[in-house]
């Protein structure tokens, strides 16, 4: 896209996935290597955006001419996020946010220890950044954009999920092991809230974050 068309905007993007810490050497946390919300980071700056990316562990260097901001946690994303969507014109969620996180923190490593039962892990509600995003907008038309990743039932899924979170539009991808996770490549449908239906084929990472500036691009206008 060689137009500069997001020029004066500035555009918030989240990737890579959270972790939630256990212990000093442990943390639950989940696939996602920041490739998709790193395309998203380089395609907008491409086009003239002004972008911050809140990046989380994500083993990818930072992209030139794109603030970038590293958190660990779902709660310092959400921090982070909110703090720079405060005057963005859209916020693209592609990072994979822990729903849950464990509800304790162990100081010092936790041991095996043969004589007792085998520890159990409780977990605790993390927020939902997208849903407070998407209900308290930080300005009047700014656009919000959500990921789905689903591994069955892929459109109806995401159709569910894009009214419970309330964005404006929600890419929905299938993920797996070893599916969309780490590859260059990702095949999505992008559901508007207006009902709109954008298929955008297997290709790379790039060519999915281009339709989604399209759709926001639109928006903004
Ligand atoms: O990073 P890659 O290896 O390139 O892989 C790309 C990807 C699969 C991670 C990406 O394309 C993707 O689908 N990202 C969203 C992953 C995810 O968390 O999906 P979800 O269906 O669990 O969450 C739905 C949406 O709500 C997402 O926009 C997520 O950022 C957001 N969310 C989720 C939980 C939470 N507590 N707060 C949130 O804001």
Known sequence: NAEAD???RHVVVSAGGTREPLDPVRYLGNRSSGKQGYALARTAAARGARVTLV???AALPDPA?????HVGTAVQLREAVLKAAADADAVVMAAAVADFR???YAPGKIKKRDDKA?????L????DILAEL???RARPGQVVVGFAAETDDVLANGRTKLERKGCDLLVVNEVGERKTFGSEENEAVVLGADGSETPVPYGPKEALA???WDLVGARLR
């Open 65 to 69: 001419g794109v603030d970038v901001v």
């Open 134 to 136: 998407s209900a308290d």
């Open 102 to 104: 464990p509800s304790a």
């Open 124 to 127: 605790v509600r993390n927020p």
């Open 118 to 122: 085998d520890p159990t892990i409780t």
């Open 6 to 8: 997001l020029a004066g």
């Open 55 to 57: 990046s989380a562990n």
């Open 210 to 212: 281009d339709v989604v």
